[in-house]
């Protein structure tokens, strides 16, 4: 299908993209790495008049330590994630999720600004960086604010950005030594995207117990959600085989998924433990050195 016709700018900084935005109000839309964007217009699921490229915006396509977080740029595209030898190093289960999300091609246009402002609820990157307790830097005329991911995500395609904000960056705390952090995937074989999903850090203690852990789960309703239950049964625990899987056997409390062709929801809320548990042995396995 075509999409119906639009106007196209190219902006070159994010000033100007956010005083278009201004400008246009709810008939702009802005253009990443168009792999949600153009597919919904093609589909007539989106019609916008205008659409705002930020594909020749400068400095928004880094990855970067800055202090005790690793800052990566809006427009960072899923490979450059999946490759960088910080993110492998210090954000294992960061790599592990951009490396599975659709296929090369998507993954060298695809972009980790794009993904989280789109919040897909199939999508990879808003389940890792909820667990990894990320944050979002948001720009409008009106200056800078910096979203934690808890609260960023707030429905089915539904984020805190307002229509003339653009998220320039995304910021992951740098685990300390003794974290681990992992992601596993269910993907549906036909479109690669989150039937569910599983992303966890945990924090060991000098004993190795568990210091605190985040476990967020995807594929059980409208966006990323924390699985409170696990975390709190392995705080304070030692991260045994078996208290690692009576805290799985948790992920799904107090969920309510839609059950689909694919998957029902009572074997939705199943996978969820077994890749929770399978995260959560990653993790700690990486936490362990
Ligand atoms: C065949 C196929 C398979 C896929 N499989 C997967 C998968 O397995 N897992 C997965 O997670 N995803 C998957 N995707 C989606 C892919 O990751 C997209 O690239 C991503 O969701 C959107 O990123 P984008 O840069 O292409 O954004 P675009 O399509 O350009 O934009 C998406 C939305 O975000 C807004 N936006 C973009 N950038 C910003 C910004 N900086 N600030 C504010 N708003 C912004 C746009 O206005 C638009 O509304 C797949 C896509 C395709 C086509």
Do not use: W
């Not at 008049?49 to 928004?60: A, E, F, K, M, Q």
């Not at 667990?131 to 009106?142: K, Q, R, Y």
């Amino acid at each position: 299908m075509f999409p119906a016709s639009f106007g196209y700018v190219a902006a070159r900084s994010v000033e100007e993209a956010t005083e278009l935005l201004t400008k246009h109000g709810e008939e702009a839309k802005l253009l990443a790495g168009g792999h949600s964007l153009i597919p919904a217009m093609k589909l007539g699921l989106a019609a916008p008049r205008y659409l705002i490229d930020l594909g020749h915006v400068p400095g928004l396509s880094s990855v970067r330590v800055d202090g005790e977080s690793l800052a990566i740029g809006a427009l960072t595209v899923h490979a450059d994630v999946a490759s960088s030898e910080i993110v492998r190093q210090r954000l294992s289960g960061l790599a592990e999720a951009a490396s599975v999300i659709g296929d090369v091609q998507v993954r060298n246009r695809g972009t980790i600004g794009g993904s989280v402002a789109h919040a897909d609820p199939a999508a990879d990157f808003p389940v890792i960086l909820s667990a990894l307790n990320a944050s979002f830097v948001l720009v409008s005329p009106s200056g800078k604010r910096t979203v934690p991911a808890d609260d960023f995500f707030i429905d089915f395609f539904t984020t805190a950005l307002v229509p003339n904000e653009v998220l320039t960056e995304i910021r992951v705390p740098l685990p300390a030594s003794g974290a681990g952090t992992a992601y596993a995937k269910l993907g549906h074989p036909a479109s690669g995207y989150v039937v569910v999903s599983a992303g966890v850090l945990v924090n060991r203690d000098a004993s190795g117990r568990c210091a605190s852990a985040r476990v967020a789960i995807g594929g059980l309703g409208s966006g990323p959600r924390r699985a409170k239950a696990t975390e709190a049964a392995l705080q304070g625990q030692r991260l045994t085989p078996e208290i690692i899987a009576a805290a799985a056997a948790k992920a799904a409390e107090g969920t309510d998924p839609d059950g689909d062709t694919y998957a029902s929801a009572d074997y939705k809320r199943h996978v969820a433990t077994i890749y929770a548990r399978r995260a959560i042995e990653s993790a700690v396995r990486r936490a362990e050195g």
